[in-house]
């Protein structure tokens, strides 16, 4: 149950300060800016591995404990509690910035700018790096060194950065699931559900293959 408070808490608090910093920058007239979002994201993702890293493993994210679980990293009893834990501090938060912020259309919401295929392809492949990172760094119930939550953090910066203003750069299902589901905009949240959920995976298989020990 303590792990479970731990990924409610941590989803909470990304989705909160991310998808807030979003809803702020728009009710304030862009005094966040873009790089001030990316910013954002990485900093909370960071902080809340730093905090919380040692009891849950700080997923926060359905698509990384669905691949630790294919990497046989991480129990798959716990794969539906985790999740469960993290669309609930997710819907939580954006339930709190509604009532901060009711005149808010989006709430933060993902939604591609170009075309669907140009996010999707987008999100799958800022998905796959970015648990390509966290493969190296960190196992599925316990964060891995000092350097586990700034080079995660970093990444996730990095990625929003770039590719926010095209794609949103969710990376994240339940942080595209739950400001669409209050805000009501669910056009295209299958692309965000389904896109990072197959890029963390495929990252698991490529980097089985690649760091499999020599036969013989």
Known sequence: MRRYISEIIGTFAIVFCGTGAI?????????????????????????????????????????????????????????????????????????????LFPANEFLGSTLPTGSNFQSFVLEFILTFLLMMVILNVAHGSKEQGMFAGSAIGSVVTLEAMFAGPICGASMNPVRSLAPALVSTHLEHLWLYLLAPTLGAITSVIIWKYINQKPVG
């Open 23 to 99: 809803i702020i920058n728009q009710e304030t007239g862009g005094t966040i800016t873009h790089v001030g979002v990316a910013f954002t994201f990485g900093l909370i993702v960071m902080s809340m591995i730093y905090a919380l890293g040692n009891i849950s493993g700080a997923h926060f994210n359905p698509a990384v404990t669905i691949a630790f679980a294919v990497a046989k990293k991480f129990d798959t009893k716990d794969v539906l509690p985790y999740i469960i834990s993290q669309i609930f501090g997710a819907v939580l938060a954006s339930f709190t910035l509604h009532s």
